[in-house]
């Protein structure tokens, strides 16, 4: 669980991010799962898009990826949403202290 600081933290760095998945009128298949869980194991922070064909609640695509990837939303804006997940072979961001 992160905290507040540290997602603070995380969107900050989020900002310069360009969505690496879109989410489309399939929604969640496990091909995307477990693209995006071997994103997340790469780079540890990530952001997603939902297209506009899609049905699907942004927050509710974002809670059922969380828990299939074991990842944290960090943040959830319009259409898009923001996932962080420390690799377990090679971390890269170093969160503030909790």
């Known amino acids: 669980m992160i905290t507040t600081k540290q997602r603070a933290y995380l969107r900050?760095?989020?900002?310069?991010?360009?969505?690496?998945?879109q989410i489309g009128k399939s929604g969640i298949t496990p091909?995307?799962?477990e693209a995006i869980d071997s994103y997340l194991e790469a780079n540890e922070?990530?952001?997603?898009?939902?297209?506009?064909n899609?049905?699907?609640?942004?927050?509710?695509?974002a809670g059922i990826v969380s828990e299939r990837t074991h990842s944290e939303i960090v943040?959830?804006?319009?259409?898009?949403?923001v996932f962080?997940?420390?690799?377990?072979?090679?971390?890269?961001?170093?969160l503030p202290k909790a």
């Open 12 to 21: 900050s760095i989020s900002n310069k991010l360009q969505p690496v998945f």
């Open 31 to 33: 091909e995307i799962v």
């Open 45 to 52: 922070l990530m952001k997603i898009t939902m297209l506009k």
């Open 54 to 61: 899609c049905d699907e609640d942004i927050r509710e695509v």
């Open 75 to 81: 943040q959830v804006i319009g259409k898009r949403a």
């Open 84 to 94: 962080y997940r420390e690799s377990k072979k090679k971390p890269v961001i170093t």
